[in-house]
């Protein structure tokens, strides 16, 4: 019988809700919350010995320490397995799941088994990894899907204890990792281009070789009618946040955005701005923020009546290795906030 360790938010812990959202880290004895499901569907084979129960907003905000601690934890109990979520469709949980899987498999050489839904932003920040030992696996949005994500996780976890290999994800199930395993091929590269081409004119099923993201396409907005008349908004993906970082933007993978106040200010000034972003120097931007968001340009094209007026608030967001699924999240929301509150355009600065 092997040892298994499970990993979960307060909520799935039985803890509480966003009011519980700040507990560290802590170990609790066998099996709770949806591991208890989970132990019937391994049945023999394994024994949660112990759950580790950590707060979503405290793992947010405390990304290495929330890390470091979990990983002392489990090592307590020395297991030879770790199993995370499922998280489904909660973004937060998710992240913190992929997250915890690659901290434990690095340090302890273990396998890790997580689950969520394939939109969730823990699947790109796991996939960025590229970890040979950690797998997830797909499930439905909401907790609905419970006992299917339970049995799936469980039978991969059964057969990485029986030290079996684990094929393709394709043939498993689990969701692609991104990683690429050199084979030996009975027919040559040319040969199987061939045989692909000519079921996709027979309009017979085939598989790819080397799968590709299929963006959407995005119409662009009509040219506003009268610019003079115009309520401008401005939006940035330059982490530019208020001196302190008030609401806790992380340098990548971010999952928050947020408006802040511009009324009463010229331009944006030193020592009152800083930016919170791994992909670039944010020491240029914290001398002079109106590199992220140029105040004092606007207000001069708003005072010479290039369009009507500036919305008082700015958007922002952290860009850097952003998933696009969680990014395409943000943008809904804040163009509905955008709409709701009467803005006309936007004006979107580079970084």
């Given at each position: 019988?092997?040892?298994?360790?499970?990993?979960?938010?307060?909520?799935?812990?039985?803890?509480?809700?966003?009011?519980?959202?700040?507990?560290?880290?802590?170990?609790?004895?066998?099996?709770?919350?949806?591991?208890?499901?989970?132990?019937?569907?391994?049945?023999?084979?394994?024994?949660?010995?112990?759950?580790?129960?950590?707060?979503?907003?405290?793992?947010?905000?405390?990304?290495?320490?929330?890390?470091?601690?979990?990983?002392?934890?489990?090592?307590?109990?020395?297991?030879?397995?770790?199993?995370?979520?499922?998280?489904?469709?909660?973004?937060?949980?998710?992240?913190?799941?992929?997250?915890?899987?690659?901290?434990?498999?690095?340090?302890?050489?273990?396998?890790c088994v997580t689950a969520?839904?394939?939109?969730?932003?823990?699947?790109d920040a796991s996939r960025?990894?590229?970890?040979?030992?950690?797998?997830?696996?797909?499930?439905?949005?909401?907790?609905?899907?419970?006992?299917?994500?339970?049995?799936?996780?469980?039978?991969?976890?059964?057969?990485?204890?029986?030290?079996?290999?684990?094929?393709?994800?394709?043939?498993?199930?689990?969701?692609?990792?991104?990683?690429?395993?050199?084979?030996?091929?009975?027919?040559?590269?040319?040969?199987?281009?061939?045989?692909?081409?000519?079921?996709?004119?027979?309009?017979?099923?085939?598989?790819?070789?080397?799968?590709?993201?299929?963006?959407?396409?995005?119409?662009?907005?009509?040219?506003?009618?009268?610019?003079?008349?115009?309520?401008?908004?401005?939006?940035?993906?330059?982490?530019?946040?208020?001196?302190?970082?008030?609401?806790?933007?992380?340098?990548?993978?971010?999952?928050?955005?947020?408006?802040?106040?511009?009324?009463?200010?010229?331009?944006?000034?030193?020592?009152?701005?800083?930016?919170?972003?791994?992909?670039?120097?944010?020491?240029?931007?914290?001398?002079?923020?109106?590199?992220?968001?140029?105040?004092?340009?606007?207000?001069?094209?708003?005072?010479?009546?290039?369009?009507?007026?500036?919305?008082?608030?700015?958007?922002?967001?952290?860009?850097?290795?952003?998933?696009?699924?969680?990014?395409?999240?943000?943008?809904?929301?804040?163009?509905?906030?955008?709409?709701?509150?009467?803005?006309?355009?936007?004006?979107?600065?580079?970084?």
């Amino acid at each position: 019988m092997f040892k298994v360790v499970h990993f979960l938010n307060q909520f799935f812990g039985g803890i509480g809700g966003e009011e519980k959202a700040h507990i560290a880290p802590e170990l609790r004895e066998g099996a709770v919350g949806p591991a208890k499901g989970l132990q019937l569907q391994l049945g023999d084979e394994a024994k949660i010995e112990a759950s580790v129960l950590c707060g979503d907003n405290f793992f947010a905000e405390n990304g290495e320490e929330a890390k470091a601690r979990t990983v002392e934890l489990v090592k307590k109990v020395r297991p030879q397995l770790l199993m995370a979520g499922p998280a489904f469709d909660s973004g937060r949980y998710g992240f913190a799941c992929a997250e915890v899987c690659q901290a434990v498999s690095t340090s302890m050489s273990i396998p890790c088994v997580t689950a969520m839904h394939p939109e969730n932003p823990g699947v790109d920040a796991s996939r960025s990894y590229k970890n040979l030992s950690v797998y997830v696996i797909p499930t439905a949005e909401s907790v609905a899907g419970m006992p299917d994500a339970l049995r799936k996780m469980a039978a991969l976890a059964k057969r990485l204890a029986a030290g079996e290999a684990i094929g393709p994800a394709l043939e498993e199930g689990y969701l692609p990792r991104g990683i690429r395993r050199d084979e030996i091929a009975e027919k040559t590269a040319a040969e199987r281009a061939l045989e692909m081409l000519l079921a996709k004119l027979s309009s017979k099923p085939f598989v790819t070789e080397i799968p590709w993201l299929r963006w959407a396409r995005v119409a662009p907005a009509k040219p506003l009618p009268d610019l003079t008349k115009a309520t401008i908004a401005v939006a940035t993906t330059s982490g530019l946040v208020p001196w302190g970082n008030p609401d806790q933007f992380w340098a990548r993978r971010n999952t928050k955005w947020a408006k802040y106040a511009l009324a009463g200010h010229d331009s944006m000034e030193k020592g009152k701005w800083e930016a919170v972003h791994s992909g670039y120097n944010t020491a240029v931007v914290g001398e002079n923020p109106n590199y992220a968001v140029p105040l004092d340009a606007i207000r001069e094209l708003e005072a010479s009546g290039a369009f009507g007026s500036l919305y008082p608030y700015y958007y922002s967001t952290t860009g850097g290795q952003g998933a696009p699924q969680v990014m395409e999240k943000m943008a809904r929301e804040m163009s509905q906030d955008m709409k709701s509150a009467g803005v006309d355009g936007v004006l979107l600065v580079a970084t």
